[in-house]
């Protein structure tokens, strides 16, 4: 693989500081370079960030507490794609922990597909509950109007 710091001279030290020193994917204490993750045969730049966004908001402190702490289902609510599966998976062959192992758990039972169908079942589970959550409030409005002219009628008859 073609290594930039052969001809450093030419692009310069800021260049290769930056593309040499910089993470572009952090999980916790873990961090990955631009030169790391191409080794590793990603491509997908804006992946590595949704996943370094996601882990963070996850508060993982590093590869191995995602792989224990987390599964397909932690990021079914979170911008995550096929690529940033695919992310995670290299990475997770980086540090030899299984992919397989975390995706589909730890019984048979709860083997997953594929993570388009899950994020597709669980965006219509997410819709069902926002449908039965305005039903509901829609309901409670209601009925609190009906009290509320009854109790006025109700006021004005008696005077």
Known sequence: MYSATQHAQIFGATYIRHLTGSPILTIGKDTWTRQDVAAMGITQTVACGN???????????????????????????????????????????????????????????????TFESLKHREAKARERERRDERKRARSKRQKDHRRAVQAFVGDTATR
């Open 51 to 113: 996943l370094s966004a996601i882990a963070k908001s996850l508060g993982v402190r590093s590869l191995q507490d995602m792989f224990d702490r987390t599964s397909p289902y932690s990021f079914t609510e979170y911008r995550a794609g096929v690529a940033t599966l695919f992310v995670l998976f290299a990475a997770f062959k980086s540090r030899d922990l299984d992919p397989r192992q975390w995706y589909q758990g730890k019984s048979e039972a709860a083997t997953i597909v």
